[in-house]
Nanobody, 124 residues
Framework: VQLQAFGGGLVQAGGSLRLSCAAS????????MGWFRQAPGKEREIVAA????????RYTDSVKGRFTISRDNAKNTVSLQMNSLKPEDTAVYYC??????????????????WGQGTKVTVSS
């Protein structure tokens, strides 16, 4: 599956951004989808993930209550609504797809397919 992420940009602290990821090439609903991020000098980390149906979601603690992951299987897209952004949210954000298993994974190694990344910069 090919993934293309977009929607990043520069925003002030407290603002909002919506990232989207368009998938093509394979049956989108067969994949668990995740958003990861990588800040300069840091490891890539999970931000949020959503099950194939969209009913189950998981978030890293630092974004709970601020970010919302959702998917539209009819449009082959997964989105990440980011509210109340903080400077520490600054990173390159990647969407990823996992075709393995049934439990929504949070580890990078569980995701086989990756988009190219979109940069989010939050100014203070």
């Amino acid at each position: 599956v090919q993934l293309q992420a977009f929607g990043g940009g520069l925003v002030q602290a407290g603002g909002s951004l919506r990232l989207s990821c368009a998938a093509s090439g394979r049956t989108f609903s067969n994949f668990i989808m995740g958003w990861f991020r990588q800040a300069p000098g840091k490891e890539r980390e999970i931000v949020a993930a959503v099950s194939r149906s969209g009913f189950m979601t998981r978030y890293t603690d630092s974004v709970k209550g601020r970010f919302t992951i959702s998917r539209d299987n009819a449009k082959n897209t997964v989105s990440l609504q980011m509210n109340s952004l903080k400077p520490e949210d600054t990173a390159v954000y990647y969407c990823a797809a996992s075709g393995i298993g049934t439990v929504v994974p949070v580890t990078r190694s569980a995701y086989e397919y990756w988009g190219q990344g979109t940069k989010v910069t939050v100014s203070s």
